[in-house]
């Protein structure tokens, strides 16, 4: 809990009566599901967070909980749309053997779940982004490449050839063109995404030939990512 609130007369007098009669953890996941459904209006802000312990019935000052601000909003997200998309791939697996399909399938359904908040996703990325909480970023990015690297094979034992580095640079490319995408069901991103699957597998293609690699290695790099 923050130093601030904590030395609070309010702090003080929850945290007496909270050692003996609440549950900490689950407040706190309490809070932060009721403070998600706000997201929307408020933003990932303190004030959304503070408005989601009105809703439970506690002080505003509680949003001290969430010891290293609205960013733990935005890493729950990560972790709850994840963790729906594995249930959903359990549940309903994905069809077919070509990679590439299945690649794009999975980068599009994991990054539909942040439509909903897509407006206030920058904010969301520039707090992951901030050097405090890199550390944890980088854990919940390597969670999502796994996730969607995972449910790469198929059925019939065809194998992919897409790295986990792969999956993070087509995924975060593509994470960021949506942010800008005002095109229709957000087609211009899918398309965006289709490109980029398209532009690795011609990479990794011209990498079995190393003379073919040295001539035509610059021109691929520098269209890679600009499509």
Same mark, same amino acid.
């Given at each position: 809990?923050?130093?601030?609130?904590?030395?609070?007369?309010?702090?003080?007098?929850?945290?007496?009566?909270?050692?003996?009669?609440?549950? /900490? =953890?689950?407040?706190? &996941?309490?809070?932060?599901?009721?403070?998600?459904?706000?997201?929307?209006? +408020? #933003?990932? %802000?303190?004030?959304?967070?503070?408005?989601?312990?009105?809703?439970?019935?506690?002080?505003?000052?509680?949003?001290?909980?969430?010891?290293?601000?609205?960013?733990?909003?935005?890493?729950?997200?990560?972790?709850?749309?994840?963790?729906?998309?594995?249930?959903?791939?359990?549940?309903?697996?994905?069809?077919?053997?070509?990679?590439?399909?299945?690649?794009?399938?999975?980068?599009?359904?994991?990054?539909?779940?942040?439509?909903?908040?897509?407006?206030?996703?920058?904010?969301?990325?520039?707090?992951?982004?901030?050097?405090?909480? /890199? =550390?944890?970023?980088? &854990?919940?990015?390597?969670?999502?490449?796994?996730?969607?690297?995972?449910? +790469? #094979?198929? %059925?019939?034992?065809?194998?992919?050839?897409?790295?986990?580095?792969?999956?993070?640079?087509?995924?975060?490319?593509?994470?960021?063109?949506?942010?800008?995408?005002?095109?229709?069901?957000?087609?211009?991103?899918?398309?965006?995404?289709?490109?980029?699957?398209?532009?690795?597998?011609?990479?990794?293609?011209?990498?079995?030939?190393?003379?073919?690699?040295?001539?035509?290695?610059?021109?691929?790099?520098?269209?890679?990512?600009?499509?």
């Amino acid at each position: 809990i923050n130093a601030e609130y904590m030395g609070s007369r309010c702090g003080r007098a929850f945290f007496a009566s909270a050692a003996t009669s609440i549950d /900490l =953890p689950q407040l706190r &996941s309490r809070i932060i599901g009721s403070a998600l459904t706000k997201v929307s209006e +408020l #933003g990932w %802000s303190t004030q959304c967070v503070a408005w989601a312990c009105e809703q439970e019935g506690y002080s505003p000052q509680l949003h001290g909980l969430l010891q290293r601000g609205p960013v733990e909003l935005v890493e729950h997200h990560i972790r709850s749309c994840n963790q729906t998309l594995a249930a959903d791939l359990v549940e309903i697996p994905l069809i077919g053997d070509d990679v590439s399909a299945r690649l794009h399938s999975l980068i599009r359904r994991r990054l539909e779940m942040n439509l909903p908040l897509l407006e206030h996703w920058p904010q969301g990325l520039a707090l992951l982004s901030h050097p405090s909480n /890199l =550390p944890h970023t980088w &854990s919940l990015s390597t969670e999502t490449t796994k996730l969607i690297a995972t449910h +790469l #094979g198929t %059925s019939s034992g065809a194998r992919s050839d897409f790295n986990r580095v792969d999956i993070a640079a087509i995924y975060a490319a593509t994470e960021l063109f949506l942010l800008q995408d005002h095109s229709t069901n957000k087609s211009a991103t899918w398309e965006f995404l289709t490109r980029r699957i398209d532009d690795r597998n011609a990479l990794a293609s011209v990498m079995h030939y190393p003379m073919a690699a040295a001539r035509g290695g610059s021109t691929l790099f520098g269209a890679l990512f600009c499509k």
